[in-house]
């Protein structure tokens, strides 16, 4: 059960300049943000990060491995955007006829148009669907990704209920996300994040949806709310791994059996 008095950081995205939004107007604001970037999204992804996000993509995709080499795994990528994250997971998956196809939903036409050309002949069905109403049966998946995308929802609870909806028993979710570090580290983070990727953004894409980011991720519930939350949407076995100093990390649960 969701108690009354929780607090306000986890209730989801919100749009910079409008913090007290309503739900559907935060999506909505997100999913323009996300069309207005997607022609620079990944210019910009790889030199803000200084490349670690494809480490980061590999890593998480690496811990599913096991999952994602059983030709019958149902596997969908939430929030795919341009496809780094989907085509990382596809390394793993097996090349032989009948291999169930890779599922990679997003809501932001521009940005899944560029993962579709990514795509390619690669055996990835691409759906434009928002993650809080996904198009898909209950207990219907094995695995879950969402890279950096699942702090932009407008409700992270409503998300965690959607997805434990949509797996099957037993199956995992894996969310990969940013993180706030604390001490050194976290001085450094908050003056590149705040001071510095705010104007190169502004420069080579738009400053709004750059000084979002570390807005967004600074909102973000810190892993053990997160871990809690996960738990009170149902799941078992959360965990959380720091990759990079705590600058981002891996959520990692799983739907119980006997649900
Ligand atoms: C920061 S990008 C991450 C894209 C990709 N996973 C990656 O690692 O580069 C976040 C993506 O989440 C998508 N997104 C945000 N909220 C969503 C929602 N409610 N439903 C579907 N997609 C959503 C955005 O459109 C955007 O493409």
């Not at 919100?14 to 559907?24: F, G, I, N, R, S």
């Not at 149902?74 to 890779?102: E, K």
């Not at 109403?133 to 998300?159: K, M, Q, T, W």
């Not at 001085?187 to 979002?212: D, M, Q, V």
Request: charged share 20%; net charge positive.
């Amino acid at each position: 059960m969701i108690s009354s008095d929780r607090p306000l950081i986890t209730a989801g995205a919100k749009p910079v300049h409008a913090p007290d939004a309503a739900p559907e107007v935060a999506a909505q604001s997100v999913q323009s943000m996300f069309d207005a970037i997607a022609n620079r999204y990944d210019l910009l992804n790889h030199l803000l990060s200084l490349g670690t996000d494809l480490y980061w993509w590999w890593r998480a995709a690496r811990k599913l491995r096991p999952i994602l080499r059983r030709p019958d795994a149902r596997v969908l990528d939430l929030c795919c955007g341009t496809g780094d994250m989907t085509l990382a997971l596809m390394r793993h998956r097996p090349s032989t006829v009948g291999t169930a196809p890779l599922l990679a939903v997003d809501f932001s036409h521009q940005m899944l148009s560029r993962g579709r050309d990514k795509f390619n002949r690669c055996n990835i069905i691409p759906i434009e669907a928002d993650a809080l109403h996904l198009p898909l049966p209950n207990g219907y998946l094995d695995v879950i990704s969402a890279a950096f995308g699942f702090r932009n929802l407008a409700s992270y609870e409503a998300g965690l209920a959607e997805l434990f909806r949509v797996l099957k028993p037993g199956g995992q979710i894996a969310i990969l996300e940013c993180n706030q570090p604390g001490g050194l580290v976290g001085l450094l983070y908050n003056l590149y994040f705040k001071r510095i990727l705010p104007r190169i953004g502004g420069l080579l894409s738009s400053r709004e949806a750059y000084t979002y980011l570390p807005t967004s991720v600074e909102r973000f519930p810190r892993p053990p709310r997160m871990l809690e939350l996960i738990r009170e949407a149902g799941f078992e076995t959360g965990s959380w791994t720091s990759y990079t100093f705590g600058v981002a990390g891996l959520y990692r649960a799983t739907k119980p059996l006997s649900s």
